[in-house]
Structures are given as C-alpha cells and as structure tokens.
C-alpha cells in the first residue's frame, strides 16, 4: 500500500516561500512508472495541478506557477518538495501530493493534504 504525507508550516507570511515535503511509503519515488505531483485546491474553487517530478528527477510545472514553484526530490529519503516564492492571498489552499502512473492521467494515491494560510 503506498502511502503519501504532506508536511510544512501551516501558515507563511506574504512575499515568502512556501516549503512543503511529501513522504511517500509503499514505492520508491525513483521508481520509472510514476509522477509524483503537487495539487492545490484553494477554498471554494477545484483542483489545480501545480507540476510533477517524472523519472529521472526532472520537474515540469504550470505554466500559470512556473515562475514562481520549484519542486525537487531526495531520493534517500524518498520525499519529494515544493517551493512556492512570494506567496500572496491567492496561494491559500489545501495542498496535496499524489502519485501518478506514467501512462495512464489519473492519481492513484493521494496524501491527506495539507490547507495553508497566508498572513499579511
């Protein structure tokens, strides 16, 4: 049974980076068969796909996030991160990790998600 957990602060301040680590159980993050993602969900709205890391280390990101999210993996641990640089109001969500086959679009697992705040 695989198993992911969000971990990181709850709330950051404005302007500052938001770090976020996911501890996967179950299957090795290096594995060639799988994505590992972030996903957002801010209060009120559906789910946003933030980027994934795919075999090899490599991350890709949303074009709309690109700027500003920087997401990397440490295979001896098998945890992979999220950066997210000068937060604002509008990067208040629930944070997910999820994994995801290679060849087929959907998440097979998720972490129970983490909701972070943002203060002024």
């Known amino acids: 049974q695989v198993q992911l957990q969000e971990s990181g602060p709850g709330l950051v301040k404005t302007s500052q980076t938001l770090s976020l680590t996911c501890t996967v159980s179950?299957?090795?993050?290096?594995?060639?068969?799988?994505?590992w993602s972030w996903i957002r969900q801010p209060p009120g709205k559906g789910l946003e796909w933030m980027g994934f890391i795919v075999p090899g280390g490599s991350a890709f990101y949303s074009p709309s996030l690109k700027s500003r999210t920087s997401m990397s993996r440490d295979t001896s641990k098998n945890q992979y991160t999220l950066q997210l640089s000068s937060v604002t109001q509008e990067d208040i969500a629930v944070y997910f990790c999820?994994?995801?086959?290679?060849?087929?679009?959907?998440?097979?697992?998720w972490g129970q998600g983490i909701k972070v705040a943002v203060s002024s």
């Open positions: 999820a994994r995801r086959e290679r060849l087929s679009p959907g998440y097979v697992d």
């Open positions: 179950g299957a090795a993050i290096s594995t060639n068969e799988h994505y």
